[in-house]
């Protein structure tokens, strides 16, 4: 690799200025200061940058308690996004793993390791997904019934796959669904002719929403986490 593209690619100075750094002698390789930027490394070199060394980025594996007001998007001109909350070096580079809408809360996932994003979430892996919902109405006793057997959403070609329901109370219950339609779970909800007056994913796959997390923070998972979704 480069040193100009290692560089880039593990500290927050963007090209044209680790240039300029390089050219001002502030950057050495194993004690000698470098003179060009392409300058090819072995992976086994001492770089420093400004007298402080400069390590590659490990592959960041994060979970998010999603608040509410939230879009989860890297940018959005009306409301704050996800990545206002991330206080990280190239927090631009992180992928979001499994949206959710702006008035849901809940587990977020975010890495920059897309291989590991598209295991999550590819339809055929069926990673399961576990939300707290709460509904305008009393639930039908029939609702379990339903969804288990799969719903016909308004502009689907098929019905839903399988899903469970366990109710918590009168206007609560627990669903864990397979896939990620748009607004599916509000509108398998209004299907059984309910509404959902608050939403909050508990869970995907194996990982839970850490309860010692309040809405806006955010830590990286454990190795134990990361293999048990998408091993």
Wanted: neutral net charge.
């Amino acid at each position: 690799m480069r040193l100009d593209k290692f560089l880039s690619q593990n500290s927050d100075s963007s090209r044209s200025l680790i240039q300029q750094a390089i050219k001002a002698g502030r950057v050495s390789v194993n004690d000698v200061i470098a003179k060009k930027g392409d300058q090819k490394l072995l992976g086994d070199e001492i770089i420093t940058f400004d007298g402080k060394q400069v390590e590659a980025f490990q592959t960041r594996y994060l979970m998010l308690h999603k608040p509410l007001g939230y879009v989860c998007a890297n940018s959005d001109s009306d409301y704050p996004v996800v990545m206002d909350l991330i206080r990280l070096p190239r927090w631009q580079e992180l992928q979001i793993v499994g949206r959710l809408d702006i008035d849901t809360t809940g587990l977020v996932l975010l890495t920059d390791d897309g291989q590991w994003n598209h295991r999550i979430t590819s339809p055929r892996h069926e990673c399961d997904k576990i939300y707290r919902v709460t509904t305008a109405n009393p639930i039908s006793t029939d609702t379990a019934e339903l969804f288990a057997a799969g719903v016909q959403l308004h502009g689907e070609k098929a019905p839903t796959r399988p899903a469970q329901l366990e109710l918590i109370s009168s206007h609560e219950a627990r669903l864990k669904i397979h896939e990620g339609k748009y607004h599916q779970v509000k509108r398998m909800f209004a299907a059984a002719g309910n509404l959902v007056v608050a939403l909050h994913r508990e869970s995907i796959g194996n990982i839970q929403l850490d309860p010692a997390l309040a809405p806006g923070e955010y830590r990286a998972l454990t190795a134990e986490e990361i293999k048990s979704v998408a091993p």
